[in-house]
Nanobody
Framework: QVQLVESGGGLVQAGGSLRLSCAASGRTSRKYTMGWFRQAPGKEREFVAVMNWSGGSTAYADSVKGRFTISRDNAKNTGYLQMNSLKPEDTAIYYC??????????????????WGQGTQVTVSS
């Protein structure tokens, strides 16, 4: 199993930046895909970004393309989400998810096996 812990959320003004981290522990010797999702109040959890094990493949939601960057450091078992040019509509709880996979990257919530507890991001206008 993999345990995930997110950090780095907070309150920021529109146009500002935050960097989220997702620390993985447990059985991290196997390759795993890592993704970021978010859930705003009253809305369903939605895909934000994903990166496969090697980092060679990434994908982003249209709403964050050009503003968010996903990365990972496998030596540290940590994934990151750099969020720039934040907008009030980015306000949500951000979750990282992981699933064992050698090459794949996934967009759907039900494709992920492990989840963190989430970190709140609030963007004020």
């Amino acid at each position: 199993q993999v345990q995930l812990v997110e950090s780095g959320g907070g309150l920021v003004q529109a146009g500002g930046s935050l960097r989220l981290s997702c620390a993985a522990s447990g059985r991290t010797s196997r390759k795993y895909t890592m993704g970021w999702f978010r859930q705003a109040p009253g809305k369903e959890r939605e895909f934000v970004a994903v990166m496969n094990w090697s980092g060679g493949s990434t994908a982003y939601a249209d709403s964050v393309k050009g503003r968010f960057t996903i990365s990972r450091d496998n030596a540290k078992n940590t994934g990151y989400l750099q969020m720039n040019s934040l907008k009030p509509e980015d306000t949500a709880i951000y979750y990282c998810g992981a699933t064992y996979s050698d090459f794949g990257y996934y967009y759907r919530e039900n494709e992920y096996t492990y989840w963190g507890q989430g970190t709140q991001v609030t963007v004020s206008s």
